[in-house]
């Protein structure tokens, strides 16, 4: 519930549900502000699939090889929310994900996010104020011995000593300029403050519920410079109104503006490195001369250097994502307990990418004279890219109770999505010399360019039927028929049924009676088959490419062509079996529970690689 899910403070929420969740691996790739970059895992099987307020959702994952190196992702999807918007998440494992369609098979996260009440409107108001702190840093030998240590490993190796005994004396008699650097010291803060705002406005009466938010988060880098910081922009609203007594709109939006700041690509993953190569006996400044980077490490990178834009450059991300969600429900009064309901979602998403690259001079510690520059190429690059999805689901659902104990339940739906991603680049280099960090600034005879387009479509059909006697005994039968555009017609359409039984044990009169302390305890049993896609779109039509050339009577030399694979004609889906067995359990209301589950997991029918060539 939200009260478990705010009482970690965290900017992201997947690291708020760290601990929470049985069964739910969260591996935090990257500490650097704003970049997602985490990978979640259910029981071991894979990144789950994301539902926000119905819709399967994705975000922008970064990654530090390249500039816009992107991909989509659940778990980003997840860590963009706010959580404070957040009124529940359930976790899905076993075969009940299966309703959920292509993408269950590693097990669905459910987020419901807050709706309004019909209460008095309230105005809540909260902040995270946070510093952060570098965490388990090496520990350096003092000076003297480091060069003592590195003087005997050279002999040792029967090699001339790397410092003389009159460089030794210099330290130890604490000459000026001779001091000993700690690179981790000189690239890391002492602590670093990160802070999260949330305002939400929460009211309605019998008719409308809103519900209204606001957030604003500010993360900063640990790394010493001010160019490394995340900040995020979030707004939330929703409106439930009754048009007429059988009629329910609700209609929710989302948006986040993301402004994301970096040293540019790979210099991240690289900066422990350099400073572990760098020589403590030369500084990252020049004696005297605190404007020039010396030259500390045979690769010529100068770990501090590297930290300040205004020498080396940055990495910069704008992007704007926006959530739009409309349900329609309408309860029919010529037969109570069924309900019809419509639902339409428009997500879309565009992002800028920015890179600019400087090579800069580095110079001799104690002499200030050019040594070497540092190795990377003067450029600029940007990129541009947007995505969309369109979602849509029509549904039926009735429920009935017969005799007051039977409780029956039907359900019938439809459902489609189509996504589109675009995107351009381009690049330039500016030699020796940097103008304005502007495309057309640099040399266009270095330009290079790329883009890409695509679309995905996919569809499914649902049903599913619940019967409870009492809610002690319990069972539930449902089937997809799912679609997917990657396959060939004939094998674009699949069907994936699975079942699921209960038993209450607690309920039983024998046990209430004799153990009146066991306030739970259920049994549970699923089987189910779940889609997962595979291969890639159109790999059923021949495709060509060109291979060598030949000249006719004519003399001209034409360009040959030949089929570079076989049609995969008859590739489909692949098929994920899961069973689950498990029990829960609670006692002396609630003061101690848990559950036990054996699970386990069959895959079928999945391509296999041939490396035989066919005539």
């Known amino acids: ?37 985490s990978d979640l895992s259910l029981r071991g099987y894979g990144e789950p699939l994301v539902i926000i307020d119905g819709v399967a959702r994705t975000g922008r994952r970064m990654s530090n090889w390249g500039l816009g190196a992107a991909s989509n992702s659940s778990a980003a999807a997840l860590a963009e929310l ?18 959920y369609g292509m993408g269950s098979q590693n097990g669905v996260i459910l987020v419901t996010t807050k709706k309004g009440q019909a209460v008095k409107p309230s105005v809540t108001y909260s902040n995270t104020l946070a510093f952060g702190v570098p ?10 011995t480091f060069m003592e240590v590195q003087n ?63 957030n604003y988060t500010n993360d900063k880098s640990l790394y010493r410079t001010d160019n490394a910081y995340y900040n995020r922009y979030g707004f939330t609203g929703n409106v439930t109104t009754k048009i007429t007594p059988d009629l329910t709109v609700t209609y929710q939006a989302a948006l986040n503006v993301n402004d994301r700041s970096n040293v540019y690509s790979n210099t991240m993953l690289n900066i422990f490195y350099y400073a572990l190569l760098s020589d403590p006996t030369i500084p990252a400044t020049v004696f005297g001369n605190p404007e020039h980077y010396t030259d500390p490490n045979p690769e010529h990178r100068n770990p501090l250097g590297l930290l300040d834009p205004e020498t080396s450059g940055y990495a910069k991300t704008y992007g704007v994502s926006v959530r739009n969600n409309l349900d329609v429900k309408y309860e029919a009064p010529f037969l109570k307990g ?62 009935t109770t017969l005799k ?50 695509s679309a995905t479509a996919s569809a499914g059909y649902i049903s599913r039927l619940t019967y409870d006697y009492k809610g002690k005994y319990l069972a539930e039968v449902m089937a997809r028929y799912d679609g997917s555009y990657v396959y060939a017609p004939g094998h674009r359409w ?61 003399g001209q030399v034409y360009n040959g062509y030949v089929s570079h694979a076989a049609a995969e004609t008859l590739l489909s889906w692949a098929n994920v079996r899961m069973m689950d067995f498990g029990f829960d359990w609670e006692v002396k209301r609630g003061l101690i529970g848990g559950s036990i589950d054996w699970f386990w997991r069959n895959r079928s029918g999945i391509a296999a690689n041939s490396t035989n060539t066919v005539p």
């Open 135 to 144: 965490t388990a840093m090496p520990e350096q030998v003092d000076i003297i």
């Open 404 to 453: 007051g104990v039977h409780h029956i339940g039907a359900t019938l739906a439809a459902e489609t999505t189509i996504m589109k991603n675009a995107s351009l680049n381009g690049k330039r280099l500016y030699g020796n010399f940097v103008t304005h960090d502007t495309i057309n600034q640099a040399d266009g005879t270095t330009a290079t360019n790329g883009g890409t387009r």
């Open 494 to 554: 699949g069907l994936f049924p699975s079942y699921s039984l209960g038993w209450r044990v607690s309920d039983e009169k024998i046990v209430k009676d004799n153990l009146p302390w066991l306030n739970n305890f259920k049994l549970r049993w699923s089987d189910g088959h779940m889609s997962q896609q595979q291969g890639s779109p159109y790999a059923y039509l021949l495709g060509y490419t060109t291979s060598g050339s030949s000249s006719f009577d004519d």
């Open 1 to 37: 519930n939200s009260e478990d899910i705010v009482s970690t403070k965290q900017a992201s929420l997947v690291n708020s549900l760290q601990g929470k969740v049985p069964g739910l691996q969260i591996r935090q790739n990257s500490g650097q502000p704003g970049f997602f970059d």
């Open 82 to 99: 706010n959580p404070e918007d957040i009124e529940s998440i359930t976790v899905l494992k076993d075969a009940s994900a299966s309703i």
């Open 338 to 399: 069924l309900v019809f309901q419509a639902s339409g979602a428009y997500d879309f998403s565009n992002n800028q990418d920015n890179e600019l690259i400087k090579n800069f001079q580095l110079y001799d510690y104690f002499t200030d004279k050019p040594t070497a520059p540092d190795p990377s190429e003067n450029s600029y690059s940007e990129s541009w890219s947007k995505s969309s999805r369109y979602y849509g689901k029509v549904q039926a659902n009735y429920n």
């Open 152 to 214: 005997e490993k050279m002999l040792n190796s029967k090699k001339p000593a790397i410092y003389s005994d009159e460089f030794i004396q210099h330290y130890k008699n604490g000459d000026p300029g001779y001091i000993n650097t700690n690179y981790y010291d000189q690239i890391m803060k002492k602590f670093t403050f990160n802070q999260v705002h949330n305002l939400s406005l929460r009211g309605g009466n019998q008719q409308t519920q809103y519900y209204l938010s606001a």
